[in-house]
């Protein structure tokens, strides 16, 4: 089945130590999300990538970034984790943008820790 | 500016009974999409149903409809005959025309308890 894969599901890290999520698809979409989900709160955007084109939200902290180097892959980079960034990291797909009925698609995500 | 309202923190329902999760909308653009997703304690976010401003009929898929009052600019969730594994987290979201369409605007969810 075609799907957005998440790995690890669960991640420790120690604070100020950098950490890598990534995310990958087999839907061959081309845009790509990454959101943040704090605890009973909505998931907020942080960053969207249409190909290989970059888009940053104004509010992401310069602490996140990411990467995809190819169109089924994408990375989301924490360099130096704080306490505040322990959340549910979700990673999403749409097939295109700038059309209202395309629909995001999430991964199960992962569960930051920072210890 | 775009916002989603979702005026139910929490809610308890008996198993098999219908239940309907309130929505409603802030929009100046004649264009839109409307969706709703479930997140269950595991935490995927799953894409249930989706419905457009313009299109004419309510949207179903199963057990789900969408009562969309676009006066009143509501998009309320419908759940047929509930079931114990719908106890899960539900949000409202809204896309917006081209300039702003990457983003989805959430809700700030509502937690739906099934109860046996």
């Known amino acids: 089945d075609a799907m957005v894969i998440q790995n690890p599901r669960y991640q420790v890290t120690q604070f100020g130590k950098p950490v890598t999520l990534s995310c990958s698809q087999t839907l061959n979409h081309n845009v790509m999300y990454w959101y943040q989900q704090k605890s009973s709160q909505a998931p907020k955007l942080l960053f969207h990538?249409?190909?290989?084109?970059?888009?940053n939200e104004a509010d992401t902290p310069d602490n996140f970034q990411s990467r995809r180097p190819n169109t089924s892959f994408c990375f989301l980079d924490i360099r130096s984790p704080g306490l505040g960034d322990a959340a549910m990291y979700l990673c999403?797909?749409?097939?295109?943008?700038?059309?209202?009925?395309?629909?995001?698609?999430f991964g199960p995500g992962t569960r930051l820790t920072v210890l | 500016a775009q916002k989603i309202t979702q005026t139910q923190p929490g809610m308890f329902v008996q198993e098999k009974e219908a239940v309907t999760l309130d929505c409603t909308y802030d929009t100046s653009d004649p264009s839109y999409g409307l969706f709703w997703y479930k997140q269950p304690s595991s935490g995927e976010m799953i894409f249930l149903i989706y419905q457009g401003s313009y299109d004419q009929q309510n949207a179903t898929e199963g057990r789900y409809s969408l009562n969309f009052q676009k006066a009143r600019k509501s998009a309320n969730l419908v759940i047929s005959a509930s079931q114990l594994g719908d106890s899960a987290m539900y949000f409202c979201a809204m896309r917006g025309p081209y300039s702003s369409a990457s983003k989805i605007i959430f809700g700030s969810g509502t937690r739906l308890s099934i109860r046996p």
């Open positions: 999403a797909t749409s097939r295109v943008e700038g059309t209202i009925t395309d629909t995001q698609y």
């Open positions: 990538y249409y190909d290989k084109d970059f888009n």
